[in-house]
Structure formats: C-alpha cells, structure tokens
C-alpha cells in the first residue's frame, strides 16, 4: 500500500524558514517523480514543486521560485522541501504527491494528507 | 502563464449525469489530469491523461478533450461523488491546476 506522510510544518513568523519532509513507503521510491501541492485555507490547490526520479529535472512555481528548493533522497525514500523567506501568503496544507511516472510532467496518483503551515507573526 | 477555466459549481440530480469542463487555449493538445476532493480530504485522481481510469475509480467516472476544452463525465450520479473537482494540465515546465468546481448532487 502507498503511503506517504508529511511532516515539517507549524507555525513560524514572516521571513524565517521551515523545511518540510515526505516518508514514502509502499512503493520503489527512485522510480517515479515527486511533487508538493499546496492548498491555502478555503481555496484550490497550487503546484509548489516537482522533482524527477533522479533530481535531474526540477520545477518551481513562480511564487515560490527563488524562494523554495525541492529535493530527494532516494536512499531514505523521502522528500523535502526547505522554504526560506516565509511570506503570510505561504500559508497553506502542504501535500506531498507521487507522480505516476518518472518524468516530472506527471499526475499526482498517490497523495499524503498534508501538513499545515501557517507564516505570521 | 497558462490558465485554466472550470465552473465555480454545478448541481445535479441524483442518477442524472453530471458535466464539468475545463477550458484552456489549445488544451486539446495537453494531457489533462481530474482529482476529486472531498471535504477535509487529500484529493484523488479519478482521470488522468484525458480519459484513462485509475484503478479503483467506477467507470462511471470518464473523461473527454478536444479543441479548447477538456470535461470530466459522471454518470448515474451519487450522493456520494458530491466533491471538488479539479482539472490539471503540464505546461512550459509546471503545472497548472483549474480554479475548482463544486459538485452538488440535489
């Protein structure tokens, strides 16, 4: 059975940072690509992220792009996020998603429940 | 960056068939993925590549894409398909998702 846990995430002030993780299980992790999804109170979901089985492709959206850096090890079945410059806007549940393949241009087919990040001060 | 257009809500009666697009410039050319939410859940993909069926999902859950739109079909609706619905396309190096769309089933 997939299962993919998400931890990291609380309370922390405007312009700190926080890194978030995903614990995979269930499947070969190092197959298939990787993203985080977020989901801002009471809206739709927003594509932060995503990471390709290898690393060696990666994309960001341009909201967090600059700010934020996905990344993997396959070794430990995880996936991480490190947020830096936290904004009020960032608030949101963090998903973690497997993709259904191992290129980055993927479905989310397996998701995590999430872990919430709340920026103020 | 691209954009994709869904209704904020469509209502249907239950064992009626229910219709939600998503529209996109040229969408037809894209692969086009549909996630379910329901409330204080992870969301679930019902649809991927326009209208392949994960397994698990019923076949009454189907999907269509062409020209400028894409639509996610379901069938002989149920109380219990009430949920969000969510399209999501690849485009020039990330994804995109729909603004949503609220499925009430009367």
């Known amino acids: 059975e997939v299962q993919l846990v998400e931890s990291g995430g609380g309370l922390v002030q405007p312009g700190r940072s926080l890194r978030l993780s995903c614990a995979a299980s269930g499947f070969t992790f190092d197959d298939y690509a990787m993203h985080w999804v977020r989901q801002a109170p009471g809206k739709g979901l927003e594509w932060v992220s995503g990471i390709s089985w290898n690393s060696g492709s990666i994309g960001y959206a341009d909201s967090v792009k600059g700010r934020f850096t996905i990344s993997r090890d396959n070794a430990k079945n995880s996936l991480y996020l490190q947020m830096n410059s936290l904004r009020a806007e960032d608030t949101a549940l963090y998903y973690c998603?497997?993709?259904?393949?191992?290129?980055?241009?993927?479905?989310?087919?397996?998701w995590g429940q999430g872990t919430l990040v709340t920026v103020s001060s | 960056s691209y954009v994709l257009t869904q209704p904020p809500s469509v209502s249907v009666a239950p064992g009626k068939t229910a219709r939600i697009t998503c529209g996109g410039n040229n969408i037809g050319s894209k692969s086009v993925h549909w996630y379910q939410q329901k409330p204080g859940q992870a969301p679930v993909l019902v649809i991927y590549?326009?209208?392949d069926r994960p397994s698990g999902i019923p076949e009454r859950f189907s999907g269509s894409n062409s020209g400028n739109t894409a639509t996610l079909t379901i069938s002989r609706v149920e109380a219990g398909d009430e949920a969000d619905y969510y399209c999501q396309v690849w485009d020039s190096s990330s994804e995109v998702f729909g603004g949503g769309t609220k499925l009430t089933v009367l």
């Open positions: 590549y326009d209208s």
């Open positions: 998603a497997k993709g259904d393949g191992n290129g980055i241009a993927t479905a989310g087919d397996y």
